[in-house]
């Protein structure tokens, strides 16, 4: 397994390129709690345009688990580490919830490493942002109380459409094996979470000149679908496409929706 390095943190990470040489790089950063496993529904089928690089965020995966807490911008300067390791100036950047977060501060801090960029699901944070949905907030303070594997559940639930939970719930299971599976570090966990919830870019998204294009499913429960308008009225050059009856994990309740609409921006437009 590859391994960058951004100070004395290892970041794991893989690239995938059967696409072949002359095809595009894009970067899949992930949310909380989810490692490059995390991409699997979209993985083979953005395969078929672009050269992948898939990364375990640190405090997850093969990654290293520093002292937390973390910050978004500490875990930017992560991506850009997985750049130089694999002598990349530029590439195409897609980052959903925290990942998201994460690539707006990879945009700000070096747009220059930045062609195009996908942001799903997330927000600028601070004082223009929205709150965590009422559904999300009262799932965490229940989950304390609750077993492991249930409070588990729940959170995927959570996380997912309606109509995938009620007419594929094997998605839904298949994320809750994937995570018993390759269980995260509960400090890894922790230091993540207090990444998200320090994010607090706000206005200052304004400063990314990039493209952007902004997908967000209309049923999020974690993160606020009207933060995907916040974004859009902040960053100059961006597009917002909010998918009808997808949740916060819109690719896997839909892969293929997913897939059409990064291809279109990446290649089409």
């Known amino acids: 397994m590859p391994q960058a390095r951004n100070g004395s943190v290892t970041i794991a990470y893989e690239t995938e390129e059967a696409a072949g040489p002359d095809a595009p ?22 395969a078929q345009h672009f050269r ?51 690539a707006q501060q990879v945009a700000v801090s070096a747009p220059e490493r930045v062609d195009k960029l996908v942001l799903v699901c997330t927000t600028p944070g601070g004082e223009v942002a929205y709150p965590l949905p009422q559904a999300t907030v009262d799932l965490m303070a229940r989950m304390p109380e609750l077993p492991p594997v249930e409070a588990l559940e729940l959170a995927v639930h ?78 100059v050059d961006s597009r917002v496409v909010v998918l009808p009856g997808l949740g916060h994990l819109l690719f896997w309740d839909d892969p293929q929706r997913f897939v059409d609409e990064v291809v279109t921006f990446v290649v089409g437009d």
């Not at 894009?26 to 993985?43: D, K, S």
């Not at 509960?186 to 990444?195: E, H, K, L, R, S």
Request: proline share 4%.
């Open 25 to 46: 790089w894009v970067v899949l950063v992930h949310g909380l709690g989810y490692a490059r496993w995390g991409w699997e529904p979209v993985r083979d089928l953005l």
């Open 52 to 102: 992948l690089v898939l990364m375990d965020n640190r405090g997850i995966g093969e990654s290293d688990v520093p002292a937390g807490p973390f910050d978004t911008a500490t875990m930017a300067g992560d991506v850009l580490a997985v750049l130089d390791d694999l002598g990349l100036d530029r590439v195409h950047l897609v980052g959903t919830s925290l990942g998201g977060m994460i």
């Open 158 to 235: 959570n996380a997912l459409a309606g109509a995938t939970i009620a007419e594929r719930p094997e998605v839904a299971a298949g994320v809750v094996e994937h995570r018993l599976a390759e269980p995260q570090d509960p400090a890894g966990w922790a230091a993540q979470a207090a990444a998200g919830a320090g994010h607090a870019l706000g206005s200052r998204v304004s400063a990314i000149s990039n493209r952007t294009l902004i997908l967000h499913g209309d049923e999020d429960r974690v993160v606020d679908v009207r933060n995907a308008e916040v974004l859009g009225d902040l960053i």
